[in-house]
């Protein structure tokens, strides 16, 4: 069955250096997504990707935050200078025309 | 404002103690209401989508329906292995969204 992944599963980093995190969705999904889930809070939105542009973000994906589709088959959401309050879990999850999306198994980001 | 609120936050169950969960929604035009499971420090699992008022749909002992305001997911009968937390989200119609506004979860504990 086909599933969203993620790499790397953990990435703990200094403040104010650049993260990468990796994600590979289901091969025939043309929508892309990043959210992200401070620990004990809900899952919240970060961006949606379709056609090579960001669709929509929201208010927490400032300038710090980048996206790119770099090839085929990747995904990925880049940090510029990370912060304390980054440290989350960030998922990643695509969805075909049916709107489902499907959720990959998460990197957990730790800022020091 | 789009909101979502699950309750109870918390629910323990004997195991073959059948029970509900409740999400009650606010959204300007539901064009999907998800459910999820999350076990802890993974993805969001996807079980169901609901489109419409009066729609059910069953999987194994989990069954969601959906009204106007709420929706419910009933367990029946259940295990150890269903003890997660569990999620619900509404997709929202309205221009090129498809950003998921979750809930904050209910943690089900079902002890054997």
């Known amino acids: 069955e086909p599933e969203v992944t993620q790499t790397p599963s953990h990435q703990v980093t200094q403040m104010g250096q650049e993260v990468i995190l990796r994600c590979v969705p289901i091969s025939n999904h043309l929508y892309f997504y990043w959210y992200r889930q401070i620990l004990g809070q809900k899952v919240e939105f970060l961006v949606s990707f379709y056609n090579n542009e960001i669709s929509e973000k929201s208010e927490i994906f400032d300038d710090q935050f980048s996206v790119e589709r770099p090839d085929g088959s990747n995904f990925t959401l880049k940090i510029r200078s990370t912060k304390l309050e980054d440290s989350a879990m960030y998922f990643c999850?695509?969805?075909?025309?049916?709107?489902?999306?499907?959720f990959g198994p998460g990197t957990r980001l730790t800022v020091l | 404002e789009d909101q979502v609120t699950q309750s109870p936050e918390a629910l323990r169950l004997q195991e073959g103690e059948s029970s509900s969960l409740n999400c009650s929604y606010t959204v300007s035009g539901l064009r999907g209401l998800f459910w999820y499971r999350q076990d802890p420090g993974k993805g969001p699992e996807f079980l169901f989508t609901l489109y419409s008022a009066g729609e059910e749909k069953e999987k194994e002992r989990l069954k969601a329906t959906l009204t106007k305001k709420e929706s419910f997911l009933h367990i029946t009968a259940p295990k150890p292995e269903d003890s997660a937390t569990y999620l619900c989200?509404?997709?929202?119609?309205?221009?090129?969204?498809?950003?998921?506004?979750f809930g904050t979860g209910t943690l089900l504990a079902v002890q054997p």
């Open positions: 999850a695509s969805s075909g025309t049916s709107g489902e999306q499907f």
């Open positions: 989200a509404v997709l929202r119609h309205g221009g090129a969204t498809n950003k998921l506004i």
